[in-house]
């Protein structure tokens, strides 16, 4: 059986994209077979160690402006750096599974603090978790340094707590909103009071004095509460794994939840204990994940976008800061999340001006900006074509960006028709439309790079 | 998409591409038969984080105010007095002239029954304008579009100056257009490839409901709007001085379209930061800073080219904050708000209503006095001239400042 949509479509949301190698000889394994596959290469966890100081704990009182001055661009540098490695790791590594989910529990976890030795170590917490299970991971994170700091609970103490943690971690960590009233937060904050951070050692620490030891009613429980036994109650409340279940589908299926699918997967997440492994397994075995109507149809994020295409063409960036400053241009950045709610993700992603954007980047990437162009071009489109490959040079010297050609056509199959290698590089059915601009096109190079333009390849 | 609205608008998209730049206002006309009323355009600005409306508008001759916010209240010598009860952040001295001239009217204790201390769902509210129990998918200048036929044939009916588009923006069938930068956005349009794809885009194929329909749907409204923003826009230079900021430009920007006869009315503009759990008086004093100056500079930049009494200028934030201060000398998610109001043509000018209670309280937050949608109402009713009812979510009688 030729099982090569299926595992296409696996490899779309298991992953960054599927590539001509992956499907080869892949293509007549069971579904089950890819999946195990995937897991299986996403066993090696490897973390990021590219900040290798916390430069928060040069802040001094006394420092010259100049000294702030090289701090601050220190700084930058090391958010560059860390920006960029986790984008070659994700289009490089073999853990795309890994990598995926990292990605998924970045957003999950959303935390913005311009401290990058602290978010290296968050990201490294979400990658060390990312297929274990959710408690463990839930812990981990809420005593992480970056998030404790970005969500105040270094400034949540017994006699004026600071509520700020408590809330997010009902409301976007865990049960979501509706689960729990404003009085559950006030009476969690408390049992958070003293989960602190030290500065120095970078790791959390336990601070007595400060932690509100009486008696606290949270969720129809009383007793002396710590922050670990709130936890356990929230991870107890079976609104937990529908929660996270929720995300997750609209993560990996679709966008628009079906409540039987998920109940499903929240049922046997719950009775899992949470462990996340045998629930993605459930959800790439299942028959429903290959249904039409969940295949070529979620909106990739623009990191998806921008890794996918990377990882396709094996592209290689002599100029890193060409990938943030995609990002930005396109709304997502790395580690800075618009707020702690994360990027919203779907639909969002595109308005007038971002899907543009995203229609012309593979070019710029590709080719030097040049979307060559079948059609009987108008005096406009021909000073605008001229105008274009007038900035040809300009565009390479700005981006630097390699693809490696040699290997993406070394991998596809001799004689493989051009709708064929079209409709490879796409998730959603091609329209008579795009085809005719496949069939017309001089050749395969500028085939490929029409196809990656449209408006099919920005789903997957 | 229906099938038929489709074609109407790919053949409105096409046509759009082959007429002449200039005539393009004229065919909006034609096709209608009916003209907007006026130029009246209506700038919203969004705070977002939840501003401490309390250290904005100071209630300076209350000792609770004292009281309660120990380290971080204003204190007296430096608020700029407004009346016997309430004053100015010094940060917002750049305010204190507009409001002398009869231009700014605050408008005190505004919010909703059963308020959300979540930044996001309480964002929501505000830009869906629900009741804080209701879930709403289209916000409520999205709604406007929708309930406007005009609206059909311009997308660029409403403008959110950003790179993204805010909920407040989204209807059922219709949305705002972002445009950071119009020559940006042009630019990206003239692309031959993509205008092929929208040109030859013929069958109704693409444009269902799915996400591959909203994409197509999305470029092609993308296309017909940057050129006519583009074109019009870039008939008119601004000559007044803005300050050097982000927000200043993109106010910059928003007059540049009122000045050159942007066929819109309603512009979106946000200003975020001011969500200070921590260190509030430095944080929030910079922010309010960056607002009051650029506002100011966007107003008297207004009244010097007669669009002052044409243009009405709305700030609200998500919530304000607690009424009592908390240990890291900042303030936690609160309830009730003030909002501001900047026009030539305001009916009520000054201290629209009285400062809120800080006796009265709502377990430590205010109460409020004034539905934010009653804001919404009298913009809808009396500025847009269109009935709130059928935009909002049942008839608001609204007020009295226009």
Not at chain 1, 248 to 275: T, W
Not at chain 1, 399 to 410: C, K
Request: net charge neutral; glycine share 6%.
């Amino acid at each position: 059986m030729n099982n090569s949509r299926q595992i296409k479509h696996l490899y779309a949301r298991a992953g960054f994209g599927i590539r001509f190698e992956d499907l080869h000889q892949h293509e007549n394994w069971s579904v089950k077979k890819a999946a195990k596959k995937l897991f299986e290469a996403s066993v090696q966890i490897q973390n990021i160690k590219v900040v290798t100081e916390n430069l928060d704990l040069r802040y001094h009182p006394n420092q010259s402006e100049d000294e702030k001055k090289a701090i601050q661009e220190e700084r930058n540098k090391q958010e560059k750096a860390l920006n960029n490695t986790w984008m070659q790791q994700m289009s490089t590594s073999d853990a795309q599974l890994r990598e995926k989910m990292t990605l998924f529990w970045h957003n999950h976890f959303a935390c913005n603090i311009g401290n990058s030795y602290y978010e290296q170590q968050l990201n490294n917490i979400e990658r060390a978790n990312a297929l274990g299970n959710f408690k463990t991971m839930l812990i981990q994170v809420s005593q992480a340094p970056g998030m404790l700091q970005f969500l105040n609970n270094q400034q949540n103490v017994k006699n004026h707590p600071n509520e700020n943690f408590a809330r997010e971690l009902m409301e976007l960590f865990t049960m979501g909103r509706g689960n729990y009233t404003e009085q559950d937060i006030k009476e969690s904050a408390r049992a958070f009071t003293g989960w602190q951070y030290d500065g120095k050692t970078a790791s959390f620490v336990f601070r007595p004095g400060v932690h509100d030891t009486g008696v606290k009613t949270f969720l129809g429980n009383q007793a002396n509460f710590c922050g670990e036994d709130i936890i356990d109650i929230i991870i107890k409340n079976p609104v937990t794994a529908k929660y996270i279940c929720t995300k997750l589908y609209r993560y990996l299926v679709n966008d628009i939840p079906d409540d039987g699918h998920i109940s499903q997967m929240a049922d046997l997440f719950y009775k899992n204990n949470y462990e996340i492994t045998p629930l993605l397994e459930f959800v790439f075995t299942a028959d429903w994940f290959y249904d039409d109507k969940n295949i070529g149809n979620l909106i990739k994020s623009p990191v998806e976008f921008l890794v996918g295409l990377n990882r396709q063409f094996y592209v290689n960036y002599q100029n890193p800061d060409v990938l943030m400053q995609f990002q930005r241009t396109l709304g997502q950045v790395l580690f800075r999340p618009p707020n702690v709610a994360g990027w919203p993700g779907g639909r969002s992603w595109i308005d007038s001006s971002s899907l543009m954007y995203r229609m012309k980047i593979p070019s710029t990437i590709l080719s030097a900006g040049i979307i060559d162009f079948n059609g009987k071009p108008t005096p406009e489109d021909q000073a605008y074509l001229a105008a274009t490959k007038r900035q040809q040079f300009n565009v390479i010297k700005r981006t630097l960006t390699v693809p490696d050609w040699d290997r993406f056509f070394q991998k596809i199959p001799l004689k493989t028709p051009h709708p064929e290698i079209a409709q490879f590089m796409l998730e959603p059915t091609m329209s008579a439309r795009v085809l005719d601009e496949v069939n017309s096109a001089p050749d395969i190079k500028t085939m490929l790079i029409q196809v990656v333009s449209t408006p099919e390849y920005q789903l997957c | 998409m229906e099938r038929r609205e489709f074609l109407k608008k790919t053949a409105l998209a096409s046509t759009a591409l082959m007429m002449p730049a200039f005539l393009k206002p004229f065919e909006a006309f034609a096709a209608d038969g009916s003209q907007l009323s006026g130029f009246k355009n209506l700038v919203v600005i969004q705070l977002s984080g939840g501003n401490d409306g309390l250290n904005t508008v100071v209630p300076y001759c209350d000792d609770i105010y004292y009281q309660k916010r120990k380290t971080i209240a204003i204190q007296q010598p430096n608020v700029i007095a407004l009346n016997d009860m309430q004053g100015l952040n010094p940060n917002l001295a750049a305010l204190k002239e507009l409001y002398d001239q009869g231009w700014m009217s605050v408008i005190n204790a505004v919010g909703y029954p059963n308020p959300d201390r979540s930044h996001f769902r309480s964002m929501d509210i505000w830009q869906t304008a629900s009741d804080a129990n209701q879930f709403l998918t289209t916000g409520w200048i999205g709604r406007y579009l929708d309930a406007n036929n005009k609206a059909a044939q311009t997308p660029y009916l409403v403008i959110e100056v950003d790179d993204t588009l805010s909920l407040a923006m989204k209807g059922e069938k219709l949305k705002g257009i972002a445009v950071q930068d119009p020559n940006r956005l042009f630019q990206t349009t003239r692309e031959p490839f993509f205008k092929n794809l929208i040109q030859q885009q013929h069958a109704a194929e693409h444009l269902s409901e799915d996400n591959l329909g909203y994409l197509y749907k999305t470029m092609i409204e993308t296309y017909s709007s940057a050129d006519y923003i583009q074109k019009t826009s870039k008939t008119y230079n601004v000559t007044a001085t803005y300050p050097a900021t982000g927000f200043a430009n993109e106010l910059k920007n928003v007059s540049k379209f009122i000045n050159s006869g942007l066929d819109t009315r309603i512009y979106y503009v946000s200003l975020g930061g001011f969500d200070t759990h921590v260190g509030q008086m430095d944080q929030q004093g910079r922010q309010l800073k960056v607002y009051a100056d650029a506002v100011a500079a966007f107003v008297k930049d207004l009244k010097a080219t007669g669009k002052l009494d044409d243009t009405l200028i709305m700030t609200f934030s998500e919530f304000g904050r607690r009424v009592e201060q908390n240990a890291s000398n900042g303030t936690d998610h609160g309830t009730a708000n003030n909002v501001f109001v900047f026009g030539g043509k305001l009916a009520k000018a000054g201290i629209y209503n009285d400062a809120p209670s800080l006796t009265d309280l709502d377990s430590g937050d205010l109460k409020f006095k004034v539905d934010f949608r009653d804001v919404y109402a009298t913009l809808l009713t009396k500025w847009l001239e269109v009935d709130n009812s059928a935009i909002l979510t049942r008839n608001f009688a609204g007020l009295d400042f226009i």
